[in-house]
């Protein structure tokens, strides 16, 4: 995966080391000698994760970090500390500050690229969500509740599985001050529990007595209901295969053993306050901007919201430099559908139709309805040629399989499909629909059920 890190350090051979460390992963590098300097970039730059020193004259990483997780452009950019110091104390200021994660001087290849992978597919994630929230406020409609009472971290129910009585009494102790917490011995118990209760945090022990404590943190990860379930895994000391394992497969933390009560109320802090921001704006998203702009036959989104959407999208894409590709299809003679099969059978190949075209979308993908018997799909991140070879895929879809118009009758349907992407910072969300509608026309005049990516 590819993602934008910034590397913060005073010494240079530092800086050259993770800067190498990183590229050889394919993530692309930005630095910085100092915090003032990590600050500017920040605010400048799209930034996906940064890798920040704790020691630095000046301006240290505490107070970096603090800064970075007071402003609204940036309180979402993950932040990993680097520290020679190993000390818990250094971990809970750097977690109170809004630190996301630590790494340890002499930082480990594995763990490095691991973490900042979890950490970039977090921000991808979140940056989905803040940029369908944006177009939602563009819209005009308001917030069900202030952000910041959604996310104040209020006491939380946390389900601990661990089977060692003495460390699962000491665990309870501490988190029982400021959370309701549950315990169960046996994963399977635990799974079904977590299935039939909601909860904002799940704590696994990977010394479980007669069990694999990773197995349980795959199956949470698999099942929908517990798939954003922020999890946390208690570690003992040597274990890193294990917990390298973990963070992979989408653990969202660890402990090592012994665990500070300070750090670990400070991570879980950290881990309930995340899950309370995009539970917000996944329940926006879904009670509130999906009425208003969805279109009530097929289900996918209207006219009205892909032109704020695409125009947001647009936006960011000339600001990051990152590509942007629309599709616009349409059924060919679909006027020869309704003539001969009424509206009823019309309106039944055009829900096929928008079902087929989601099965076809990528999750940061947006299918919509334009009217009638017109469909757009907008692209992020998708050059002219990756977005062809998705258009040719969409139009062989659609024609190689009949639509089943009654139970006892079945029709051929085919489809012509336009593309365009962004050219120039001077292109608009107008510019690009109407390159992408004058090659549509160009797949109809050429004989129709074909791709055309005229560029006029």
């Known amino acids: 995966m590819t993602a934008r890190v910034l590397v913060v350090d005073d010494i240079p051979a530092n800086v050259k080391l993770l800067e190498a460390r990183l590229t050889a992963e394919y993530f692309e590098v930005v630095t910085a000698s100092n915090g003032p300097a990590a600050l500017e970039i920040c605010a400048s730059q799209r930034i996906d994760v940064v890798l920040l020193d704790v020691m630095m004259p000046g301006m240290d990483g505490f ?44 930082v480990d290849d594995i763990a490095l690229i691991t973490r900042v992978k979890n950490l970039a597919r977090l921000k991808m994630l979140s940056d989905e969500m803040l940029m369908r929230a944006s177009t939602s406020r563009q819209l005009g409609l308001t917030d069900n509740a202030a952000l910041q009472k959604a996310t104040s971290v209020r006491s939380g129910r946390i389900l601990l599985v661990d089977d060692h009585p003495r460390s699962a009494s000491r665990l309870v102790d501490v988190i029982s001050k400021s959370h309701d917490i549950f315990v169960e011995r046996d994963p399977n ?23 694999d404590g990773l197995r349980l943190c795959s199956q949470v990860r698999s099942l929908d209901r517990t798939r954003h379930l922020p999890i946390v895994i208690l570690v003992e000391p040597g274990d890193e295969a294990r917990l390298l394992r973990g963070m992979d497969m989408g653990v969202n933390d660890y402990l090592i053993r012994p665990i500070d009560r300070h750090e670990l109320l400070a991570r879980i802090k950290t881990q309930i306050k995340r899950k309370r921001f995009t539970d917000y704006l996944r329940n926006r998203l879904e009670e509130s901007v999906e009425q208003a702009i969805t279109d009530s036959l097929t289900g996918l989104h209207n006219r009205r919201y892909m032109e704020s959407h695409l125009r947001t999208l647009v936006d960011e894409s000339i600001r990051t430099g990152r590509p942007l590709s629309i599709l616009v299809t349409d059924i060919d003679h679909f006027k020869n559908v309704n003539d001969t099969h009424g509206h009823d059978g019309g309106d ?60 006892d009758l079945q029709i051929r349907v085919t489809a012509s499909v336009g593309l365009a992407t962004l050219e120039s910072p001077d292109d608009t969300p107008e510019t690009i629909f109407k390159r992408a509608d004058s090659a549509l026309y160009a797949a109809k005049r050429r004989g129709r059920n074909r791709v055309s990516a005229d560029a006029a």
């Open 63 to 106: 107070e970096v970090c603090r800064r970075l997780k007071s402003e609204a452009e940036t309180q979402h950019v993950p932040v990993i500390m680097v520290t020679a110091l190993d000390q818990p104390s250094d971990k809970v200021q750097g977690l109170e500050n809004g630190a996301d994660d630590f790494l340890t001087k002499p």
């Open 189 to 211: 118990a635990a799974l079904i529990k977590l299935a039939e209760h909601n909860f904002d945090l799940l704590i696994v022990s990977l010394s479980l007595t007669h069990a």
């Open 348 to 407: 039944v190949v055009l829900k096929e139709f928008a079902t087929r075209l989601k099965r076809n979308t990528r999750g940061i993908d947006l299918a919509c309805r334009m009217g009638g018997e017109e469909f757009l799909i907008i692209m992020p991140e998708t050059d002219l040629a990756r977005a062809y070879q998705v258009a040719e895929r969409t139009r062989a879809m659609v024609a190689s399989e009949p639509f089943q118009v009654r139970p």
